[in-house]
C-alpha cells in the first residue's frame, strides 16, 4: 500500500519521469568534431576541453555547472561496470587504460552503447568514431590527459603558508561529449539521447520469459532487479547517506529458490518512483509554504515523511511539532461548505515514519492513510484533551508542542515554550553535544513514545498508560533536583507533563472516580478522593507560606516558600496522604491563627476553600496509599487549586469602575467567587 501511494505520488507530481536522470555537476565538455578526432587549435594543440562556470555570488565564479536531469548510472561501488550515458568522471568515460579493469571495461560498455544506437541517433556516430580512434591510437590518450591537466590548472586553489593545497585530480573531474557544432549543448542533453536512456533504464519485458515476474506494485509483468540499486538518502541513523528500501542478504529471505530481491519482485519503474518520490519529499530544500504535495520532519531519530494526494498549503504535522492550533477556522469551513472546496474536504494525507538505523536497509515504524478532515477533527480532540490552566495568567495554556524553540528565542518565550515541550518533559537532556544531531534529539525520548503522540493526536488512538507513568516519574524527579537547588518556582509542574496526565487518564476513564473526566482547570464538584487530597496539599501549602510572609506584599516571597512546602510534603503525600498531609493539617491552626492577625481577608479566602475542599473527604480518614493514576489525579488536583490562587488579580482601574459593595469585597480570588 505505501509503495503505491509513493508510486503515485511520483507520478501525479511529475517526479517518475526523472527515473534514471538526477542533479549533478559537469565540469568539462569534450568538443569533437563531425569525424570523432578532438577539436584543435590552428597549431595542431589539443583544445578539447571546454570549462563550463557558475557564478559564485561575490566571490566570482566557479569551475562546474549544475543540470538538474543529468542521465546517471547507478553504482553500487567503485568497481560496478556499467555503460555511462556520454557522461561521467572523466576516467571512466575517457582517460582509462587499456589494462581491462573495471574502469576500462566502462569505457568500452559506452563504446558499445554508441554504436548500438547511433543508426537511430546520428549524433552519436562521432562519439563512436572517437572511441575507435582513440583503441587504435595510444598517443591520443596521453594528449587528452595533458591538455586536461592544463585545462584544470587555473582552477586549482592557490596554496596557504604552512599548507599543502589539495589539487583537483583531472581523472575525478565530470565530463560530457559535446559536438563542436552543437554551440555547447551537451549529447545526453538531446531529446532522442534522453529517450534511449530512459527506455534503457527501464526496459519493457516480454510476455514471456524465464526470468519474468509479478510486480508486487503496479501488478505488470516484468524483469525485477536483482538488486536495489537506488537509495534513500537523509533519514536519521547510521544509513543516512542512503540505504535501500528493501535488502535481503540471509539464507532465511531466500525461500523457494529466490535470491536478492526476487522474492519481493519490483519492476525498475516503482523502484525508481518510490524512491525518487521519498527523496524529494526528505530534501531540506523542499518549499514549506503555498500547496506543496507534502515534506518531512525529524524528531527523535525518526523522520515523519508526509504528503497529500492533491497539494495542499496546509502542514497537519506542523500543528503537533510546533504546537499550532488555528484550525477552529478550517474545521467551520468543513461544517458549513464556505471557501472550502470539497476537493480539499476528500483529500487524504499519508504518513510515513521511517529511519536507518543500520546500512542495511530503512526501517518503517508507522503508515497512516486517512482523510484531511479526519486528521483535523482528531487534532482538535488532542489540543481539547492535553489542555490545562495556565498557573499564571488563569487562562488555558498554549498548546504543548514537539519541537524545540529556535535559536532566536530567549527569556521568556524561550521558559514559555519548554514549559509546553514534550520531550523536555518526559525525557532527560543528553548533555553530549556529539549526539545531537537532528531536532529534539537533545532528549533521550523513545521512539515509541513519539509514535503513540503522533497517533493519538492524527487517529485519535488511547495514549498507553507508559506515557503517563513516566510523565509521574519526571514529576517526582523535578521536585527533587528543584529541592536540592533551591529553586523559587513551583517545581516540576510543567503544561506538558500535565497535559499528558490529564489526556492519557481521560483516554483510560476505568482508572478514574466514577469514570467522570478530568477538566482542564479546577472542577468544586468533584469528589474523588485523590483530587481532593491534592487540592488540600495546595491548600494547606498556601497558608503556610502566606502566614510566613504575612507582613510582605511580596506575592513572590510567599510563592517561594511554598514551593518549599511543597518540595517537603509533596513525595509522601501524592502517594500516601493519611501520612504525609498529617502534619500539614494539624499545623493549619497555628498558621490560620497568624493569618487572623496579619491578613483577615486571606484567612477567610483560605477558610473558605478548605471547607470546600473537606465536604468530600473526612481528613481523619484520609486514603491511605494510592496507585499511580490516582497519584496523577493528586497531581492535578494541586495544579488547579494552586492555579486559582496565582490567577492575576483584577486591575486598580477595573476595581474603581465598580461599585461600592464590589470594592469592599476581600481580594482573594476564592472569596470572590464564593460569595
Known sequence: MILQKLRDLSVAAKWADSGGFAEKQVHFLLMIEADGSPRKKQDGSLDCWFPLMTSKGVKGQALGRAYTDRPETLRRNQNYVDADCFTGRADRLVLASNDGGPVCKCRNLTHQLATDYMGAIPELTPVDDFYKKLSSDPQLLDELTRSLVDALTPFQPKPKPGKVPKLKLPETQEVAFCLSNANYQPIFDLAAIRQMWRTRQHPVVAESGATQATCLCCGQPCDPPRIQERVIKGLPGKGSKGVPLMSYNKESTQSHGLEDCLNAPMCAGCVDAYTIALNNLLKKTLPKGGPSYGGSEKLGGLAFIYWFRNPESIRPIDRIINGVQHIEKRLESMQTGADFSLTSRMNHFFLAVMSAPTLGRAVVHDWIDESLDHIDSNLARWFADAQIINRFTGDVSAPIRLAEPGNGVKGAAWADIMDRHIPSALGREIKDKNK???????????????????????????????????????????????????????????????????????????????????????????????????????????????????????????????????????????????????????????????????????????????????????????????SPAQQCVFALGFEHQMAEFFKPHKSKSATDSGDSNDANEPQTQSTERTE
Open 436 to 626: 545531537i544531531r537532528e531536532r529534539a534529539m537533545r532528549w533521550d525520548i523513545q521512539k515509541d513514545t513519539i509514535l503513540a503522540i503522533f497517533e493519538r493526536a492524527l487517529l485519535g488512538r488511547k495514549l498507553p498508560l507508559s506515557i503517563m507513568h513516566l510523565a509521574l516519574e519526571r514529576l517526582r524527579e523535578g521536585i527533587q533536583d528543584d529541592k536540592e537547588k533551591k529553586r523559587s518556582a513551583l517545581p516540576g509542574f510543567t503544561t506538558a507533563r500535565l497535559g499528558l496526565m490529564r489526556a492519557t487518564l481521560n483516554d483510560h476513564p476505568e482508572l478514574l472516580w466514577q469514570r467522570r473526566p478530568i477538566m482542564p482547570g479546577l472542577d468544586r464538584d468533584r469528589g474523588d478522593p485523590a483530587y481532593v487530597c491534592g487540592r488540600l496539599l495546595a491548600i494547606l501549602s498556601r497558608i503556610q507560606a502566606k502566614a510566613m510572609s504575612a507582613r510582605d506584599d511580596s506575592d513572590e516571597k510567599a510563592r517561594k516558600l511554598c514551593a518549599n512546602v511543597v518540595s517537603r510534603y509533596y513525595g509522601a503525600a501524592s502517594s500516601r496522604p493519611a501520612t504525609g498531609l498529617y502534619l500539614p493539617l494539624r499545623m493549619r491552626v497555628h498558621h490560620l491563627a497568624k493569618l487572623d492577625r496579619d491578613d483577615s481577608g486571606e484567612a477567610t479566602g483560605r477558610r473558605i476553600d478548605l471547607q470546600d475542599a473537606l465536604q468530600w473527604i473526612n481528613p481523619d480518614n484520609l486514603p491511605k496509599t494510592l
